[in-house]
């Protein structure tokens, strides 16, 4: 009998605040409880940390470079194999509940259901442009705006999609115990939360009024002193226009904070229901990508900092133990991972696959390859390119000197080794096998024909008569409840868990 497998995506969830499951000073009994009976991934790091780029290879287990999506506008073709895939094709019957910023006109990518729509567009719209380095595309680019309007809200945009998300995932649960469908099942839960606006209901917000962790540890660094990337970050920003205070910058990540306790709740009543209809299921936590929450004067994301890429990844399976891993693993590898709890086959498909099964690590296996990260969305020029290899972090990019920490030594990353004589033996070592790794002209000049490529398709498409992509979650009526084409008396008992007599 082959497992049920939930898989819990949430969306810019800092992985340093994970450093053995929640933080301790964190309100989240239910993932606390979650994280005590799963392998917990201390440095576990995103493919790429941005969110459309960051998910398909979360689903395909490929790097951007192999998905093509490169940004949060890049087509996620139809012929590449997601977990979905591998596990319907082997008889599981999945679904999708929440966010997983599919972009083109495939929205479902192996999920035989998807019980909601998206919360961000599915076109072209949001491409960047290599062609115009620099520019700042005002209406989508992040600003400041989310700092500086950081506060208490009972409802906004992102609590509606999640209220949403959770409410439709909870009844699917309930239909699943049913026993309608004697197939296993995979369901995906992905919610919005934390990502920005930080902005969070007053419930939540005032579990974290005396929290002594709302400041960065590592405050603004000058403009003049940030590496080349970060000033491009801070550019694409707009970090101009804003005069940031010390109260915005608390109440923003206090909200942040708040969302996560948010989280929280749903993540239980969703658990709940599964414990309470009784049905046996491994459980994934995971996020797409990290937060800089302020550090060095940044946020969001886009950048291969320890904030912004490192994210949370537990799992409870029965063949996994229980306990702190410590070695460095991919979101890349959440694909082949679940393929091997569920005993499902991707060898037609690893030779290009990017990750590698994580069953074993919690009984001593070791991950010898490198994990690999790229970026080549909005802020960069050109892509930039990442290795965590033991306790080291490699970046490379064809505009920028390398860059090298000593994560161990360096957590906060305030020490590039890349020129260092002591260690230009390791940066040699570190650049050569990024190098045989990456190809970056051919990587950059693969970027810029698909950016242009998407600008000429975005503008003819809107141009006369528009027919969108977003998914639209249809309900048949005629089907739900009670009509008159059922047996009322079939219909009661097949509709109750438990049967009654």
């Known amino acids: 009998m082959k497992p049920n497998i939930l898989v819990i995506m949430v969306d810019?969830?800092?992985?340093?605040?994970?450093?053995?499951?929640?933080?301790?000073?964190?309100h989240t009994p239910h993932l606390k409880a979650l994280a005590e009976r799963s392998a917990r991934?201390?440095?576990?790091?995103?493919?790429?940390?941005?969110?459309?780029?960051?998910?398909?290879?979360?689903?395909?287990?490929?790097?951007?470079?192999?998905?093509?999506?490169?940004?949060?506008?890049?087509?996620?073709?139809?012929?590449?194999?997601?977990?979905?895939?591998?596990?319907?094709?082997?008889?599981?019957?999945?679904v999708l509940?929440?966010?997983?910023?599919?972009?083109?006109?495939?929205?479902?990518?192996?999920?035989?259901?998807?019980?909601?729509?998206?919360?961000?567009?599915a076109d072209f719209g949001w491409t960047p442009d290599y062609r115009k380095p620099g520019e700042r595309i005002d209406w989508w680019y992040h600003n400041m705006g989310s700092v500086t309007g950081a506060g208490v809200a009972e409802i906004t945009n992102q609590m509606e999609y999640d209220d949403e998300v959770a409410f439709n995932a909870v009844q699917k649960i309930y239909d699943l115990s049913r026993g309608a469908d004697e197939r296993p099942w995979c369901m995906?839960?992905?919610?919005?939360?934390?990502?920005?606006?930080?902005?969070?209901?007053?419930?939540?917000?005032?579990?974290?009024?005396?929290?002594?962790?709302?400041?960065?540890?590592?405050?603004?660094?000058?403009?003049?002193?940030?590496?080349?990337?970060?000033?491009?970050?801070?550019?694409?920003?707009?970090w101009r226009s804003y005069n940031l205070t010390d109260e915005m910058v608390q109440r923003s990540r206090r909200a942040y904070f708040a969302n996560i306790t948010y989280l929280d709740d749903k993540i239980g009543e969703i658990l709940s229901v599964l414990d309470a209809t009784r049905q046996e299921a491994i459980v994934v936590f995971v996020s797409d990508h990290g937060d800089m929450l302020g550090e060095r004067g940044l946020w969001y994301k886009m950048n291969f900092f320890e904030g912004s890429a490192r994210v949370p990844l537990m799992i409870a399976a029965p063949n996994m133990s229980a306990g702190l891993v410590t070695e460095a693993v991919s979101t890349l590898d959440v694909c082949p991972t679940l393929c091997d709890l569920a005993g499902v086959s991707?060898?037609?498909?690893?030779?290009?696959?990017?990750?590698?099964?994580?069953?074993?690590?919690?009984?001593?296996?070791?991950?010898?390859?490198?994990v690999r990260m790229e970026y080549a969305a909005e802020a960069s020029y050109a892509p930039l390119v990442g290795l965590r290899r033991g306790k080291y972090k490699h970046v490379r990019c064809a505009l920028d000197p390398d860059l090298l920490f000593d994560l161990d030594a360096d957590p906060q990353e305030m020490n590039n080794l890349a020129n260092d004589?002591?260690?230009?033996a390791l940066a040699a070592e570190m650049r050569a096998e990024s190098e045989k790794l990456w190809d970056l002209n051919r990587f950059d000049g693969d970027v810029g024909e698909s950016?242009?490529?998407?600008?000429?398709?975005?503008?003819?498409?809107?141009?006369?008569?528009?027919?969108?992509?977003?998914?639209?979650?249809?309900?048949?009526?005629?089907?739900?409840y009670m009509r008159n084409h059922m047996d009322l008396n079939i219909l009661e008992t097949s509709k109750r868990f438990p049967r009654g007599e």
């Not at 395909?60 to 012929?79: I, M, W």
């Not at 503008?459 to 309900?475: H, I």
């Open 188 to 238: 995906t839960v992905s919610f919005t939360h934390p990502h920005d606006p930080y902005v969070a209901r007053k419930k939540y917000w005032d579990m974290y009024e005396d929290c002594d962790h709302l400041m960065p540890e590592v405050g603004p660094i000058p403009y003049e002193e940030q590496d080349n990337h970060s000033k491009r970050i801070f550019d694409a920003n707009d």
């Open 346 to 370: 991707m060898s037609e498909v690893m030779p290009w696959t990017d990750g590698e099964s994580l069953v074993g690590l919690t009984d001593g296996r070791r991950r010898e390859a490198p």
């Open 41 to 94: 991934f201390q440095n576990c790091y995103t493919a790429s940390p941005l969110c459309a780029p960051a998910r398909a290879s979360f689903m395909a287990g490929q790097l951007p470079s192999r998905t093509r999506v490169y940004d949060n506008a890049a087509e996620f073709a139809s012929s590449i194999p997601t977990f979905a895939h591998h596990l319907r094709r082997a008889g599981y019957h999945t």
């Open 12 to 26: 810019q969830l800092n992985g340093t605040l994970w450093p053995d499951g929640p933080a301790d000073w964190l």
């Open 451 to 480: 950016q242009a490529r998407r600008w000429v398709v975005y503008e003819a498409l809107r141009n006369g008569a528009y027919f969108p992509w977003d998914y639209q979650p249809l309900q048949k009526a005629s089907e739900r």
């Open 421 to 424: 004589p002591g260690h230009a």
């Open 97 to 121: 509940s929440g966010k997983m910023h599919f972009v083109g006109p495939d929205q479902m990518h192996g999920f035989e259901e998807r019980l909601t729509t998206d919360i961000y567009p």
